[in-house]
């Protein structure tokens, strides 16, 4: 006897290759969405943070470092030091809470600071002893590039020209006391205020031009 023949049911379809209209998955217009929601987001930060920070490439640059200076003692830290213009441009301008130093002397943390190097690439590990390289760039050198009047006003006398530091300078000015007016347990120095007024007499006769000091 010949057997009956059966109508064949198609295979169930698998959810996940289930279309919308127009051929385009489900998954696929959620991944679309939110690709698109998170360039629109990237476009609007970007336009808020476009506005909030003004750049202006005319500016001039001063760098100001004082020598065995804790940060807790600034009265923006919460110290008791009367600091009212460091407090100021710490407020008006941007504040770091976290800073970490490579050397705790005077002429390796300057060597980091202009060069931007560590001791390991620019050699000076200490204050005496050591002289930075002669072939290494600087903030002055790279500046003064750029056509940047260049004028340094130091007060200390480990960082006196004869140890590298005063290329890419138009002015290096380490005059300091001689050791005769010095205690015989002191190296030659310059006071504070006595440096900071050859330095404003210096920004002075900048008028409109830029500078690095």
């Known amino acids: 006897m010949a057997k009956k023949k059966t109508k064949s049911e198609p295979a169930p379809v698998p959810a996940s290759a289930t279309r919308e209209k127009g051929g385009r998955s489900a998954f696929a217009r959620t991944v679309l969405a ?4 998170l360039f ?7 336009a808020l943070q476009s506005r909030a920070v003004k750049r202006n490439p005319k500016l001039s640059i001063l760098l100001i470092t004082i ?7 600034l009265g923006i830290y919460g110290g008791k030091a009367e600091t009212p213009w460091i407090d100021r441009l710490a407020r008006e301008g941007v504040r770091f809470e976290t800073a970490h130093s490579h050397n705790v002397v005077t002429f390796p943390s300057h060597a980091n600071i202009l060069s931007g190097q560590l001791p390991l690439i620019h050699g000076v590990h200490d204050n005496t002893g050591f002289r930075f390289p002669a072939d290494l760039p600087t903030i002055a ?5 750029l056509g940047f009047r ?8 480990v960082l006196d020209s004869r140890f590298g530091l005063d290329r890419g300078f138009d002015l290096y000015d380490d005059r300091t006391t001689g050791l005769e007016a010095q205690s015989p347990f002191r190296v030659p120095d310059r006071l ?3 440096t900071v007024a050859a330095a404003k007499t210096w920004l002075d ?7 690095f000091a």
Do not use: C, I, M, W
Not at 40 to 46: D, E, F, K, P, R
């Open 34 to 37: 939110v690709a698109g929601a």
């Open 40 to 46: 629109l987001g990237g476009l609007a930060l970007y």
């Open 67 to 73: 020598d065995t200076l804790r940060a807790d003692a």
């Open 141 to 145: 050198t790279r500046l003064k590039a």
């Open 150 to 157: 260049t004028a340094a006003f130091v007060s200390a006398f």
């Open 192 to 194: 504070g205020p006595e």
């Open 205 to 211: 006769a900048q008028g409109d031009s830029q500078f």
